[in-house]
T-cell receptor, first 115, second 114 residues
Framework: AQTVTQSQPEMSVQEAETVTLSCTYD???????LFWYKQPPSRQMILVIR??????QNATENRFSVNFQKAAKSFSLKISDSQLGDAAMYFC????????????FGKGTRLHILP | AAGVIQSPRHLIKEKRETATLKCYPI?????VYWYQQGPGQDPQFLIS???????DKGSIPDRFSAQQFSDYHSELNMSSLELGDSALYFC?????????????FGPGTRLTVL
């Protein structure tokens, strides 16, 4: 079975600084997708960034980028120029390449932004 | 752009009562997923439907049932409610196709069982 592990329950970063959230996963599949979701206090699940396992290039979305290390099964999220609005719970997530498959979430990392 | 609609947004029930949660997927989306997120927990997959047929099942209690209707909306029926059923219930929808099949999440229904 696939698992997703986030070893940092909470993190803090100064506004405008850069922070990296860690995630490791375990799978025997070769075709899969990895995601980072943001859940602010409103508890809406917001997709931050997505990575296809077959792509070697790391995904980037504005201030958000990932470091995808397939062999190490590592998928970290880097947030540059942190803003107060980035404060939220961040979930790392995995989905099989099977098109209808469920999403498996990690336990989450709560990110605090210090003004 | 249209998003996933869930109703009601908040629901308060007593123990042993029944609750029905509704999900209206994004137009043309044919797949619906239900997730349960307990307090301080990560979302857990319950069940999914594709073209009105159950496609996958997770850790859904036998007291819960769900279905997808001809207009693709889905309902999650929960009976004999327990205190532990208090959670945020997400519905997500996607459209089957050759690409990522991204799941779009609704705002959730917050269920409180007293």
């Amino acid at each position: 079975a696939q698992t997703v592990t986030q070893s940092q329950p909470e993190m803090s970063v100064q506004e405008a600084e850069t922070v990296t959230l860690s995630c490791t996963y375990d799978t025997s599949e070769s075709d899969y997708y990895l995601f980072w979701y943001k859940q602010p206090p409103s508890r809406q699940m917001i997709l931050v960034i997505r990575q296809e396992a077959y792509k070697q290039q790391n995904a980037t979305e504005n201030r958000f980028s990932v470091n995808f290390q397939k062999a190490a099964k590592s998928f970290s999220l880097k947030i540059s120029d942190s803003q107060l609005g980035d404060a939220a719970m961040y979930f790392c997530a995995y989905r099989s390449g099977n098109r209808d498959d469920k999403i498996i979430f990690g336990k989450g990392t709560r990110l605090h932004i210090l003004p | 752009a249209a998003g996933v609609i869930q109703s009601p947004r908040h629901l308060i029930k007593e123990k042993r009562e029944t609750a029905t949660l509704k999900c209206y997927p994004i137009p043309r989306h044919d797949t619906v997923y239900w997730y349960q997120q307990g307090p301080g927990q990560d979302p857990q997959f319950l069940i999914s439907f594709y073209e009105k047929m159950q496609s996958d099942k997770g850790s859904i209690p036998d007291r819960f049932s769900a279905q997808q209707f001809s207009d693709y909306h889905s309902e999650l029926n929960m009976s004999s409610l327990e205190l532990g059923d208090s959670a945020l219930y997400f519905c997500a929808s996607s459209i089957r196709g050759p690409s990522t099949n991204e799941q779009f999440f609704g705002p959730g229904t917050r269920l409180t069982v007293l």
